[in-house]
């Protein structure tokens, strides 16, 4: 399976789509207690929103395949940092993630860009 290819961003969009719903119903009713106690409700929440928010933006390239497919690997990425730092920072307190999230934040950033800079070119059909 190669990175690069439509194929294979639909389907890893597809799966990040299903993990946010589910970690997202887990954070909202298996681990209420825990993130209460936390007191990190509003940080899982945030990863959460972020996760799925760019898991659908990973789709956007996918409707023309379109030039602009590195952004789906800076959203890939951001997921990642941004959510995934989040995420651990909610559940287990560990504060120093954090530090971790603007990694993230600048990964999704660089996606919007290059959806922006790419917007106007031909999509690979018509090329």
Request: net charge positive.
């Amino acid at each position: 399976m190669k990175l690069g290819t439509p194929t294979t961003w639909l389907r890893l969009a597809a799966v990040s789509g299903a993990l946010a719903v589910a970690i997202g119903a887990f954070g909202a009713h298996g681990l209420k207690t825990l993130l209460a106690e936390n007191g990190t409700t509003a940080t899982f929440q945030t990863a959460a929103a972020y996760h799925l928010t760019h898991t659908l933006a990973m789709l956007v390239p996918q409707a023309r395949r379109h030039h602009g497919l590195a952004a789906c690997h800076f959203f890939a990425l951001g997921i990642f940092f941004f959510s995934g730092s989040l995420y651990t920072l909610a559940v287990f307190n560990l504060r120093w993630m954090g530090a971790v999230a603007p990694i993230g934040g600048t990964a999704f950033i660089l996606g919007w860009l290059w959806l922006a800079k790419t917007a106007g070119e031909p999509s690979q059909e018509n090329t």
